[in-house]
């Protein structure tokens, strides 16, 4: 069955370094998302991504963070200067029509 | 606006109970679909159901089933004979339905019931 992975599966930085989350969306699909669940919290919307370009974000998605799908299959998420809060498990998505989720990547800030 | 409102923040029960876990909606749109995921201490999100605003039939899958009624924007979700493996972080959510998107719109997400099954 075709599924969603993310890379890596956990990730340390540094505050004020950048980061990249990538994930590859399952190969048919056309809609992308970048969801964030912080420890014991509950899951928030961060971004969806449709033909190349941003089809809706939330306000957290702010200028520090930024997505792109470089080659066609990658789809990434960019944290420009990581800060403590930005510690949280993020997944990926894509959808056909029914969102799939990645497994995650824990991103901690130290 | 869109919310999802999961009132019970943590449940307790003993193997072989059956448990309800309450979701409660709001939405302005007329078609919209609603979710129930599964996040097990392992943390990924396991897709259980997905319910379309026009179809208010319950459904039964094995142990779970769940109830979906409009008319009081809730869409609850019942284990019965629980197990210990059902132990896990139920969330419900919401997503609305866009005239360009169709059913590709971001989910809304509860704040998830942490059920805990004992033996």
């Known amino acids: 069955e075709p599924e969603v992975t993310q890379t890596p599966s956990h990730q340390v930085t540094q505050m004020g370094q950048e980061v990249i989350l990538r994930c590859v969306p399952i190969?048919?699909?056309?809609?992308f998302y970048w969801y964030r669940q912080i420890l014991g919290q509950k899951v928030e919307f961060l971004v969806s991504?449709?033909?190349?370009?941003?089809?809706?974000k939330s306000e957290i998605f702010d200028d520090q963070f930024s997505v792109e799908r470089p080659d066609g299959s990658n789809f990434t998420l960019k944290i420009r200067s990581t800060k403590l809060e930005d510690s949280a498990m993020y997944f990926c998505?894509?959808?056909?029509?029914?969102?799939?989720f990645g497994p995650g990547t824990r991103l901690t800030v130290t | 606006a869109q919310k999802v409102t999961q009132a019970q923040t943590e449940i307790s029960v003993v193997e072989k109970e059956d448990v309800t876990l309450d979701c409660v909606y709001e939405?302005?749109?007329?078609?919209?679909?609603l979710f129930w995921y599964k996040q097990p201490p392992s943390g990924e999100l396991v897709f259980l159901i997905r319910?379309?605003?026009?179809d208010e039939q319950n459904e039964i899958s094995g142990r779970y089933s769940w109830n979906f009624q409009k008319s009081t924007s809730s869409f609850n979700f019942t284990i019965t004979a629980s197990q210990v493996v059902d132990s896990a972080v139920y969330f419900c959510?919401?997503?609305?339905?866009?005239?360009?998107?169709?059913?590709?719109?971001?989910?809304?997400w509860g704040l998830g019931t942490s059920l805990g099954v004992n033996p």
């Open positions: 998505a894509s959808s056909g029509g029914l969102q799939y």
């Open positions: 939405t302005r749109d007329t078609t919209y679909y």
């Open positions: 991504f449709y033909n190349n370009e941003i089809s809706e």
């Open positions: 190969s048919n699909h056309l809609y």
């Open positions: 319910r379309n605003s026009f």
């Open positions: 959510a919401l997503s609305e339905t866009g005239f360009n998107a169709g059913n590709n719109r971001k989910l809304i």
